[in-house]
T-cell receptor, first 110, second 116 residues
């Protein structure tokens, strides 16, 4: 079983749509959780951290369910500029490196 | 946030040769990592570059194939040795910074390697 598994994608949605990505992780000792965004031919960049209570940043909402080892990202009112690959990332903490999911590709179309 | 540069940004190399990739950070960082991202795949950690000691390699990666140097807290190199077409990939340097009680990893722009 892969350590971090994500929706296979790709997701093709119209502008203004709401889209949700799901992710599960296998190591229950994972401490930190993130969503990274990677544009085509660019490096990954942190989109947002995911906190136990859930958190929101503008049109983006992240949720964490530790019992189910499940993370989600919701994007409301999709923009063309949201088109990218979204990477689910977990960390065990203590100076250990990040573990990346394979990513879910999103295409927002006009 | 840390600013990371990598050289070269891309290269096309012949089978059997070696390429050294440089990573420079604009601030001193404790943790530096080297990742590989093959076409259509996610990032795979190659090794953690430790300052003043040997790098820590992940399963499936060995020092003879991917020697790493970390002479100080702002610089590291990754060498891809005796290259084959299977080594064609993007190689990314990454650093971890602590800010406001949380750790964030930043990535360099990557080095796109094609092996013929």
């Amino acid at each position: 079983r892969k350590e971090v598994e994500q929706d296979p994608g790709p997701f093709n949605v119209p502008e203004g749509a709401t889209v949700a990505f799901n992710c599960t992780y296998s190591n229950s000792a994972s401490q930190s959780f993130f969503w990274y965004r990677q544009d085509c031919r660019k490096e990954p960049k942190l989109l947002m951290s995911v906190y136990s209570s859930g958190n929101e940043d503008g049109r983006f909402t992240a949720q964490l369910n530790r019992a189910s080892q499940y993370i989600s990202l919701l994007i409301r009112d999709s923009k063309l500029s949201d088109s990218a690959t979204y990477l689910c990332v977990v960390n065990l903490g203590g100076n250990t490196p990040l573990v990346f999911g394979k990513g879910t590709r999103l295409s927002v179309i006009a | 946030s840390a600013v990371i540069s990598q050289k070269p940004s891309r290269d096309i190399c012949q089978r059997g040769t070696s390429l050294t990739i440089q990573c420079q950070v604009d601030s001193q960082v404790t943790m530096m990592f080297w990742y590989r991202q093959q076409p259509g795949q996610s990032l795979t950690l190659i090794a953690t570059a430790n300052q003043g000691s040997e790098a820590t390699y992940e399963s499936g990666f060995v020092i003879d194939k991917f020697p790493i140097s970390r002479p100080n807290l702002t610089f590291s190199t990754l060498t891809v040795s005796n290259m084959s077409p299977e080594d064609s990939s993007i190689y990314l340097c990454s650093v971890e910074e602590s800010a406001g009680g949380s750790d964030e990893q930043f990535f360099g722009p990557g080095t796109r390697l094609t092996v013929l």
